[in-house]
């Protein structure tokens, strides 16, 4: 909050997103069109701020079965088997299960070591400086804290000491200015609609809702007064959250989704299940 209250001076922490909810309504009423407003950088900024004032740690996490993390016994060249294959740039080190994380490992001490030509134990290149935290913690609180401290990952765990999921620095950032896409992102992989088999469908998050209502007989639409154009958007309202990873929601048609994919934003990729009965003929 300390880089909030740096712009309101003498203000407490409720008064300074009064004063941002202010700065946004006297913009929008002075801006002659409403999609101007929506095209300023500094508006979104403020609004994503805003918005996050009460978004919780457990809202943006990776949760934890989708965690993937090295277990400490692990070998040297197992583990930099497994880099070549992925996208990511830290990983939690753990002792037998992910419950019981014991650091933090950097690709970029994996790689120095590899230019070295050595082969060291996993611990002896993890950070054991973990930030644990709780579920219910604010984002903004853990973004100064992570700041502060000058820790990239976060642990999330729940009552019991368990690990509930990762927080990165680069998550809370993307809640702020938006997805912050590399080389490694797919994200067309988002926008298609492939068939699996007879009777499924793989859609991407980001497919439209019209688009796939022109391939099935039955409406997937909700009422107008709600802002859903995709069937992330869709099938993450009707769940009430992010469902978790393949867990199935059912729609009021009687079409099941399947969540395939997912991150700690979105729905990634959805399963369409025995979808044949509600396809429309091909001419």
Do not use: W
């Not at 700065?23 to 300023?40: H, L, M, T």
């Amino acid at each position: 909050m300390n880089f909030l209250k740096a712009l309101f001076p003498k203000r407490e922490e409720e008064n300074v997103f009064e004063a941002l909810e202010e700065i946004i309504d006297e913009q929008e009423e002075s801006c002659p069109s409403k999609s101007a407003v929506s095209e300023s950088h500094e508006m979104v900024l403020l609004k994503n701020l805003l918005n996050m004032r009460d978004t919780r740690a457990h809202e943006v996490m990776i949760p934890s079965v989708d965690i993937r993390g090295v277990e400490i016994q692990t070998p040297f060249d197992d583990f930099v088997r497994l880099l070549a294959k992925d996208k990511f740039t830290r990983y939690p080190v753990y002792k037998k299960d992910i419950d019981h994380i014991v650091g933090i490992i950097h690709v970029k001490d994996v790689l120095y070591a590899l230019i070295q030509q050595k082969r060291p134990k996993i611990e002896e290149l993890m950070s054991s400086s973990i930030l644990f935290v709780s579920p219910a913690m604010k984002v903004l609180d853990l973004l100064q804290e992570m700041q502060i401290k000058q820790i990239q990952m976060a642990i999330v765990i729940d009552e019991f000491g368990g690990t509930d999921g990762v927080i990165s620095m680069e998550d809370l950032l993307e809640e702020i200015v938006g997805e912050i896409e590399d080389e490694h992102d797919h994200e067309d992989e988002e926008e298609k609609i492939t068939k699996e088999g007879k009777d499924n469908l793989i859609v991407g998050g980001k497919v439209f809702l019209e688009d796939l209502e022109e391939i099935l007989t039955v409406p997937l639409s909700l009422d107008e007064e709600f802002d859903i154009d995709t069937i992330g958007g869709l099938v993450s309202f009707i769940a009430g959250r992010i469902p978790n990873k393949m867990e199935v929601i059912n729609h009021s048609s009687g079409l099941k989704f399947k969540v395939l994919e997912r991150d700690s934003r979105k729905i990634q990729k959805i399963q369409i299940l025995n979808v044949k009965p509600f396809l429309k003929e091909e001419n």
